[in-house]
């Protein structure tokens, strides 16, 4: 079965800094897709960004870049220039790519964010 | 409205009423989700549903009893339940391909006294 572990219940980083949030998981497929999530306070939580195994190229979305490394089963987040408005739970999480029947996505534990102004 | 709304926000009920949760989704999308979500714990997933076909039931108590009327309405029917149920309970949707995202309502929070 497949497991993401975020090993980090909690950092802060100063307003305008660069941050980094670990994610590692396990998984004996070689196909699947891993999703950055952003639950601020008000609980809505937003897809932040996306990754597909296949693809070497790390994703971006504006400040907010991953760093994939597949062998290590490695997914980091970086967010650039920080904002008050980052402050939120982070949740990682891996979904495979086998049929769509197979719907679920894992999550893990989640990291919360500080941002310090 | 846009994307994935529930309501009611807040819920308060005793342990012997029966309450309702409900979802709607505005993407167009024709798979949706229950994840139940506690402190410290990660997300649980509840039950899927599949063009209207529930095809995940993660081992819930049958007192949390979900209904599919068409893809874009989700509902969670609530009976009996224990203090230990209290919890946010999300709603989510994604279209039903390989690799898809996951979109989230802002969630209905719940207490059981």
């Known amino acids: 079965a497949q497991t993401v572990t975020q090993s980090q219940p909690e950092m802060s980083v100063q307003e305008a800094e660069t941050v980094t949030l670990s994610c590692t998981y396990d998984?004996?497929?070689?196909?699947?897709?891993l999703f950055w999530y952003k639950q601020p306070p008000s609980r809505q939580m937003i897809l932040v960004i996306r990754?597909?195994?296949?693809?070497?190229q790390n994703a971006t979305e504006n400040r907010f870049s991953v760093n994939f490394q597949k062998a290590a089963k490695s997914f980091s987040l970086k967010i650039s220039d920080s904002q008050l408005g980052d402050a939120a739970m982070y949740f990682c999480?891996?979904?495979?790519?086998?049929?769509?029947?197979?719907?679920?996505?894992?999550f893990g534990k989640g990291t919360r964010l500080h941002i310090l102004p | 409205e846009t994307g994935v709304t529930q309501t009611p926000r807040h819920l308060v009920m005793g342990m012997t009423n029966k309450k309702s949760l409900k979802c709607e989704q505005h993407?167009?999308?024709?798979?949706m989700y229950w994840y139940k979500q506690s402190a410290k714990k990660p997300l649980e997933l509840m039950f899927v549903?599949?063009?209207?076909?529930?095809?995940e039931n993660n081992s819930v108590p049958s007192r949390f009893s979900p209904e599919c009327p068409n893809s874009s309405h989700l509902f969670l029917h609530l009976h009996t339940l224990q203090p230990e149920d209290s919890a946010l309970y999300l709603c989510?949707?994604?279209?039903?391909?390989?690799?898809?995202?996951?979109?989230f309502g802002p969630g209905t929070r719940l207490l059981v006294l």
């Open positions: 549903y599949n063009f209207k076909e529930q095809t």
């Open positions: 989510a949707s994604s279209q039903r391909r390989v690799g898809g995202a996951q979109y």
């Open positions: 999480a891996y979904r495979s790519a086998k049929a769509p029947r197979d719907d679920k996505i894992i």
């Open positions: 990754q597909e195994a296949y693809k070497q």
């Open positions: 993407l167009g999308h024709n798979a």
């Open positions: 998984t004996s497929e070689s196909d699947y897709y």
